[in-house]
């Protein structure tokens, strides 16, 4: 049987059943939206979102993935902590957006401090290569999200909020729209295929974001995800 046919229809029967799309049921990402004019009272804010995972994966029995030491590797049992980004808008809203990141994408993502004589040509021809060294290991097809600009520690929040938009979607950017094109292009014909297995397609979808930067930088990072790239978003 078809390989992309295998995955689309692991992808219904999870749909079907309620069960998880894969076994990693990954590490909890947050990116969470405070209107300036909101008051939490009762609690933090974050106890609360980490509250929620955490009953969230014990009530559905999901795979408890989060380790509480980088070097110990002793397992927290209810996979937290979140990873939580806040950001400080107008209004009087709360906006969450959850994304349970799976490792295999995250494993093998990557940052790159580009000087800005590079060029467009050197960030493409960089990050066609990452995806031909690293991308059958990634869970193929992949969603690509990219981040260009910022600094060190922006650009890949950058690519990782890439991964969030529909997938079909351009960037609204005319030039930033063309270089998503020629990426994804470039990286479907690298025929890494589904699961790694050759054909196509390698990718579903190429995401860049942008912000601004110094005028001696160029960061750039990628962060790759899996055909089963979770999110939902709910505001109160």
């Given at each position: 049987m078809d390989?992309?046919?295998?995955?689309?229809?692991n992808v219904e029967l999870a749909?079907?059943?309620?069960?998880?799309?894969?076994?990693?049921?990954?590490?909890?990402?947050?990116?969470?939206?405070?209107?300036?004019?909101?008051?939490?009272?009762d609690g933090g804010i974050e106890e609360a979102i980490n509250n929620g995972v955490r009953r969230a994966y014990h009530d559905a029995y999901l795979r408890k993935s989060v380790v509480a030491d980088p070097i110990?590797?002793?397992?927290?049992?209810d996979n937290t902590p979140v990873m939580i980004h806040t950001r400080i808008v107008k209004g009087s809203s709360l906006k969450l957006i959850v994304m349970p990141?799976?490792?295999?994408?995250?494993?093998?993502?990557?940052?790159?401090m580009f000087k800005p004589s590079d060029g467009i040509n050197e960030i493409v021809s960089t990050i066609v290569m990452h995806v031909k060294q690293v991308g059958a290991f990634s869970c193929p097809p992949l969603i690509i999200g990219v981040g260009i600009g910022?600094?060190?520690?922006?650009?890949?929040?950058?690519?990782?909020?890439?991964?969030?938009?529909?997938?079909?979607?351009?960037?609204?950017?005319p030039h930033i729209a063309e270089i998503e094109h020629k990426l994804l292009e470039k990286i479907?014909?690298?025929?890494?295929?589904p699961a790694g297995l050759g054909g196509s397609p390698t990718a579903l979808s190429v995401n860049i974001e942008t912000c601004a930067t110094h005028i001696a930088s160029l960061p750039v990072a990628v962060n790759l995800c899996c055909y089963a790239n979770r999110h939902c978003e709910g505001t109160i």
């Amino acid at each position: 049987m078809d390989i992309l046919s295998i995955l689309v229809e692991n992808v219904e029967l999870a749909e079907q059943t309620s069960v998880p799309i894969c076994q990693d049921t990954g590490i909890v990402v947050v990116f969470l939206d405070i209107g300036q004019d909101v008051m939490v009272i009762d609690g933090g804010i974050e106890e609360a979102i980490n509250n929620g995972v955490r009953r969230a994966y014990h009530d559905a029995y999901l795979r408890k993935s989060v380790v509480a030491d980088p070097i110990t590797r002793k397992n927290t049992g209810d996979n937290t902590p979140v990873m939580i980004h806040t950001r400080i808008v107008k209004g009087s809203s709360l906006k969450l957006i959850v994304m349970p990141k799976g490792s295999g994408g995250e494993n093998m993502s990557s940052l790159w401090m580009f000087k800005p004589s590079d060029g467009i040509n050197e960030i493409v021809s960089t990050i066609v290569m990452h995806v031909k060294q690293v991308g059958a290991f990634s869970c193929p097809p992949l969603i690509i999200g990219v981040g260009i600009g910022g600094s060190f520690e922006v650009a890949p929040l950058l690519a990782k909020r890439a991964l969030l938009r529909q997938i079909g979607k351009t960037h609204p950017e005319p030039h930033i729209a063309e270089i998503e094109h020629k990426l994804l292009e470039k990286i479907n014909k690298l025929r890494i295929g589904p699961a790694g297995l050759g054909g196509s397609p390698t990718a579903l979808s190429v995401n860049i974001e942008t912000c601004a930067t110094h005028i001696a930088s160029l960061p750039v990072a990628v962060n790759l995800c899996c055909y089963a790239n979770r999110h939902c978003e709910g505001t109160i």
